[in-house]
């Protein structure tokens, strides 16, 4: 199977509507992009066994997490649960960049814990609530020049910025 570059991991109810990994999956598959994979969860062990699965995630150089983010507590919130930064699994996102489409992840009491448990090198992430239309547009922009255009990760964040997506999205860099 060829290496991909994007894994999308999709966390948000069916019931809700329209969600921003099936739209972004939707709209790369509609461009003829085929370096992306969707992946739907909905509980806490399901997401942990997808990242711990080695052989799997050494097939992506990007993980989008799509969900939502907990205002109160610093929380990636899933269907049935939720996954507090620490919990992810050790070094899972080593070398990558994480993509964390949910609302208040991109501040820093989520992301310093995160980055210290997965390994992550970058990550990026809204500060405050973002609709899905900014949050897809965002991403669907840097997607665009990380992976079309060849531009490094830091570049294509410069560009995504300048969308005309709203979300206050900030880079992280160990």
């Keep these: 199977m060829p290496k991909r570059s994007v894994l999308i991991v999709e966390s948000i109810p069916l019931k809700e509507g329209p969600t921003e990994g099936d739209v972004l999956s939707k709209i790369l598959e509609m461009a003829s992009y085929d370096y992306f994979e969707l992946h739907t969860v909905t509980n806490k062990n399901d997401l942990l066994s997808m990242l711990e699965d ?12 799509s969900g939502h983010g907990d205002e109160e507590e610093p929380n990636f919130l899933l269907p049935r649960g939720c996954v507090h930064a620490s919990e992810f699994p050790e070094a899972c996102f080593r070398n990558r960049t994480v993509c964390l489409s949910a609302c208040t992840l991109g501040r820093s009491a989520f992301v310093r814990p995160f980055l210290e448990a997965t390994g992550a090198r970058f990550v990026i992430g809204p500060r405050r609530a973002v609709y899905l239309a900014d949050a897809a547009l965002f991403f669907m922009t840097f997607y665009y020049w990380t992976n079309r255009r060849r531009l490094g990760i830091e570049a294509s964040y410069n560009r995504a910025v300048k ?10 860099v160990p």
């Design 163 to 172: 969308s005309a997506a709203r979300g206050d999205f900030q880079l992280w």
């Design 54 to 65: 080695r052989q799997f995630m050494k097939r992506f150089r990007i993980v989008h997490l």
